[in-house]
Nanobody
């Protein structure tokens, strides 16, 4: 069964860091654009970041640019989201999603019809 599984969420103080993981099974992440989304209670889902297939390019929402970094480990078939300088407004459930593509860029990641979604991991930033 092909699936994505997120992990690494938790409770952190403002200014702290977390690293989220998105592990794939049943398919090879390298052939997919991988994106991170988040959804806070009562708010619309927000696109956070993407990594194009084969890791050729990345993109970030303005709200996280300079604080979050997306990366891949092909050997582990896993994509990471390193989150630094966390703020209370980063509190949300974070989801990863995979979209099969050979294109080098993923700047349209808000609009893709994703092939796979993870179940989400909760991130809470609070003192």
């Amino acid at each position: 069964q092909s699936q994505l599984v997120e992990s690494g969420g938790g409770l952190v103080q403002p200014g702290g860091s977390l690293r989220l993981s998105c592990a794939a099974s049943g398919f090879t992440l390298d052939n997919y654009h991988i994106s991170w989304f988040r959804q806070a209670p009562g708010k619309d889902r927000e696109a956070v970041s993407c990594s194009s297939s084969r890791g050729r390019s990345t993109d970030y929402a303005e709200s996280v640019r300079g604080r979050f970094t997306i990366s891949r480990d092909n050997a582990k078939n896993t994509v990471y989201l390193q989150m630094n300088s966390l703020k209370p407004e980063d509190t949300a459930v974070y989801y990863c999603a995979a979209y099969l593509s050979s294109y080098a860029y993923c700047s349209g990641y808000v609009y893709y019809e994703y092939d796979y979604w993870g179940q989400g991991t909760q991130v809470t930033v609070s003192s």
